[in-house]
């Protein structure tokens, strides 16, 4: 999430036109492990992520229902980041409550894919 600004190749954007596909829906799923494991695996294995490879990942259109249950927890998600960048910490253990958004938001897009009864296999 990035406010205006001008950017070059070394810093993408890449923004919603459309109020249908808010700008937290595309970060949660390009934060998924769903659409990461894709990408390194169909679209590009390298550590350089173009902003032409991310247009080739497929983008379901979520319900209101499903906009309505990421919200919060990409709101809540920010907010622990936020803490945490604040917060001097050293090697310490990824926060909980993080792991536990992060674990629902992934269930909510293997959802939104299709894929509540299949295990992703990392």
């Known amino acids: 999430m990035k406010s205006a600004s001008v950017n070059d190749v070394g810093s993408m954007s890449l923004c919603s036109i459309t109020t249908q596909l808010p700008n937290y829906y595309f970060v949660s799923i390009l934060n998924s492990v769903l659409l990461f494991n894709y990408y390194r695996t169909f679209i590009n294995c390298s550590v350089n992520i173009q902003i032409n490879d991310i247009r080739l990942l497929p983008v379901v259109v979520p ?60």
């Open 63 to 122: 319900s209101k229902e499903f906009l309505e249950c990421l919200k919060p927890l990409f709101q809540e998600a920010v907010k622990i980041k936020s803490e945490e960048s604040k917060a001097v910490t050293h090697g310490e253990q990824k926060n909980s409550r993080l792991e536990v958004i992060e674990s629902s938001i992934n269930d909510i897009v293997n959802m939104l894919y299709g894929l509540t009864n299949i295990e992703v296999i990392n």
